[in-house]
């Protein structure tokens, strides 16, 4: 089992903030290999009053980003990239698939491992999983760039 990383790190490693952070630990991270993310879903999320108001359900795209999310931490500490001078952006996003709704209370579960990788280039195959079910699924291809100055 590889290490945990706690939400200090997060911050550190991705830029995001809320409402969009949408990992709250990762764990088993392996550099350049996999990493499993974790987000707790919760009835607060800035989303569900939109989506739905009567039938609260996590947006499929919003799963997606969780998952790539869960990559870029394990991207980042992998290059140990200057998360000041550096962004790491989606570049494909293939084979997607929604399994189950993911609603308030649920654990998303996400492993995730490096198809390819190539420099500052990583190909993923990530799955999302609530109580052992497959909740989502899908391929995804990040880079890491320069911010403008």
């Known amino acids: ?11 550190k490693r991705i830029p995001h903030r809320y409402p969009f952070l949408l990992v709250d630990r ?3 991270y392996r550099p350049h290999t996999s990493i499993i993310g974790i987000k707790c879903v919760t009835v607060n999320e800035p989303f569900f009053p939109g989506h739905f108001p009567d039938n609260p359900v996590m947006p499929g795209v919003l799963i997606v980003e ?10 980042s500490k992998s290059l140990n990239a200057d998360v000041g001078g550096k962004t790491i952006l989606f570049m494909t996003l293939d084979n997607v698939r929604f399994r189950l709704p993911v609603r308030p209370g649920s ?3 996400m492993p995730v491992k490096v ?7 990583f190909k993923f195959r990530g799955e999302a999983f609530v109580e052992g079910k497959l909740a ?12 403008p100055s």
């Not at 969780?66 to 394990?74: C, D, E, F, K, P």
């Not at 198809?115 to 280039?121: E, P, S, T, V, W």
């Open 1 to 11: 089992m590889g290490p945990s990383i706690e939400m200090a790190e997060i911050l």
């Open 26 to 28: 990762c764990e088993d």
């Open 66 to 75: 969780a998952l790539a999310q869960s990559g870029a931490v394990m991207m």
């Open 107 to 109: 654990v998303l579960r």
């Open 115 to 121: 198809i390819r990788h190539r420099g500052d280039i």
């Open 136 to 147: 989502a699924e899908a391929e995804w291809a990040a880079i890491v760039v320069e911010n």
